[in-house]
């Protein structure tokens, strides 16, 4: 790919040529103009030789594609950035490795004042156990340590740092030899984090948003609260995100509310919504997502942190004051209470206006044929993180070790979804699973259950188009004229029309189709890599020696 040499300005003119554009506008598109930050035209090479003279650059694609940029529908971006440059323990092989780990990382950061780690899972180990406290603390040395579990609702944690939680051991969710849960986790996390500096803190968040850039990713849905993060940490970041360019961020603040001055409050700290993790349960790897039926290597339904009353008071107040409201709920149980409840509200408010608020879900993964009804009758969002899946699912995995295969096998179901009409949007929850949009996309599209699959195409608009309806906005996400100018170069193979359904062609190069290829993401073929990503016409990511 090879580009005029033009000064950089806010207001230029672009026409990009001579390679693939994925746009409806048109499915055979080789050319593109970008104007004032938004998208001008979209056509033919023949056709842009009508603008070549008459725009400041010229971006030559030499056969690239150009595609929407991905919108990352559920992100922490400090936790993001902290993995990112802190101790990550995904890739530990087993409980001794992981202690090594640990030891490695103090000896070369001894002036932190609490390590932060991420990302173990010990259902992958051998030992299939986490470390003991005891082994924690003979690692660190006596040290701070925090260490939450890849899901992000347990934690192991050294004595030392329990040491800075006065009263935690009163706490709901303290185990003496185990990892915390619940109040418990969400104390000592408040702790660990409020240790970071405010330098920390910022190197962490520019790291995250750097990285979202440079996988195509144009806009992150930010999904904070009291019992994730803190409002510096939040209010930061929408700062640094306004100042500097990089992606968009909208930020979501997980607090309940009752009445227009919480709706207000929520307006102040720059939310757009009183949503994200707003926790109705946990998570299933840590035995606390909500279940009707006891887990299958547990004797309990895990915990219900909210119930359906609460979660209609809470719907209500947003609806009135016009705010998103949303919720996390993985369990089914969960699931069926954030149904009752936003259907409740809608008795009350009525229900058109309750679907005109777009109120979302973060997760649901256990779904049944009723709630997913509920949520197309309710006119909810399910904002979902297809790498769960690929993580977890299958016989053999996390979730079948939880559930029992056949409860397992009914998770994460996209294609019913899609049928039914629920509007759909990808993210990944990162750091519980890393950035990686194509990737992502490849999940929903090749899901261990083979009758959730989804095409690419449709996973694709979640994961782009998908994410700007989910605040609101329909015409985004998408490259025709006057959409923003948010868009990705990829380099990439052949594209190809892919579908979800054995029973037909599952791809075809046949220009006849009418519709825009993409990237082959059969399991094993080498994903796009992507070349620069631009936000409302400004470039914020160009891969080196391109």
């Known amino acids: 790919m090879t580009e005029s040499t033009a000064p950089q300005s806010d207001h230029r003119t672009v026409l990009l040529r001579g390679g693939d554009v994925h746009s409806p506008a048109d499915p055979f598109a080789t050319a593109m103009v970008v104007e004032r930050g938004h998208v001008a035209w979209v056509g033919s090479e023949g056709a842009a030789d009508a603008f070549a003279s008459g725009v400041d ?8 594609l150009v595609t929407p940029a991905f919108t990352d529908a559920h992100v922490h971006t400090t936790s993001t950035g902290l993995a990112l440059t802190g101790l990550d323990l995904s890739g530990a092989r087993g409980l001794p490795d992981a202690l090594a780990l640990v030891r490695a990382y103090l000896n070369t950061h001894p002036g932190d004042r609490v390590l932060l780690g991420h990302g173990w899972d010990a259902t992958r180990w051998p030992e299939r156990r986490p470390p003991s406290r005891t082994e924690l603390d003979a690692a660190a040395g006596g040290r701070p340590v925090y260490l939450p579990r890849i899901d992000v609702h347990s934690a192991v944690v050294t004595t030392a740092l329990l040491d800075l939680v006065p009263g935690v051991t009163e706490l709901a969710g303290y185990h003496p030899d185990a990892p915390l849960t619940g109040p418990a986790h969400h104390a000592v996390r408040s702790a660990a984090h409020g240790a970071l500096s405010s330098r920390q803190r910022t190197e962490a968040q520019r790291a995250a948003l750097r990285h979202a850039a440079s996988l195509g990713i144009g806009t992150v849905h930010e999904c904070a609260g009291p ?36 709706a207000r409050r929520i307006r102040e700290l720059g939310a757009i919504g009183a949503a994200g993790d707003l926790f109705v349960d946990g998570s299933l790897g840590s035995h606390t997502a909500c279940l ?58 009525g229900l058109a206006r309750v679907r005109a608020a777009r109120h979302r879900v973060e997760h649901v993964e256990m779904l049944t044929p009723e709630t997913i009804a509920g949520f197309a009758e309710l006119g909810l969002t399910a904002s979902v993180q297809p790498a769960f899946d690929a993580a977890w ?26 049928r039914t009409g629920v509007p759909l949007a990808f993210g990944s929850d990162s750091p519980v699973t890393p950035l990686d949009p194509w990737g992502t996309v490849r999940a929903a599209a090749f899901h261990r259950t083979p009758e959730h699959r989804i095409s690419v195409r449709a996973g694709f608009t979640a994961h782009t188009r998908g994410g700007w309806r989910a605040v609101g906005r329909d015409d985004a996400g998408v490259l025709v ?66």
């Open 393 to 418: 699912g299958g016989e053999d995995g996390m979730y079948a070790q939880r559930l029992g295969v056949e409860r397992a096998r009914t998770l994460n179901p996209y294609a019913a979804l899609l």
């Open 227 to 262: 019992d994730i993060s803190d409002e510096g940490d939040f209010t930061g970041l929408l700062a640094l995100a306004a100042e500097q360019p990089g992606p968009r961020v909208h930020g979501y603040w997980a607090e309940r509310i009752s009445d227009e001055k919480g």
């Open 57 to 64: 650059e010229v971006i030559d694609l030499d056969g690239a």
């Open 481 to 546: 004229p006057g959409a923003p100018a948010d868009y990705a170069i990829w380099r990439t193979s052949e594209l190809v029309v892919q579908a979800p359904d054995d029973r037909v062609a599952r791809w075809s190069t046949d220009p006849r189709s009418g519709t825009p290829g993409l990237p082959d993401l059969t399991p094993g073929a080498e994903l796009p890599v992507c070349l620069r990503t631009v936000v409302f016409g400004q470039t914020v990511y160009v891969r080196p020696n391109e």
């Open 292 to 349: 009707h039926e006891p887990y299958a290597d547990a004797p309990h339904t895990g915990s219900a942190h909210l119930d359906a009353a609460e979660i209609a008071a809470h719907v209500t107040a947003c609806t009135e004051a016009g705010l998103q409201a949303g919720f996390h709920a993985i369990g089914d149980a969960a699931v069926a209470a954030v149904v009752a409840g936003v259907r409740a509200a809608s008795e009350t408010l």
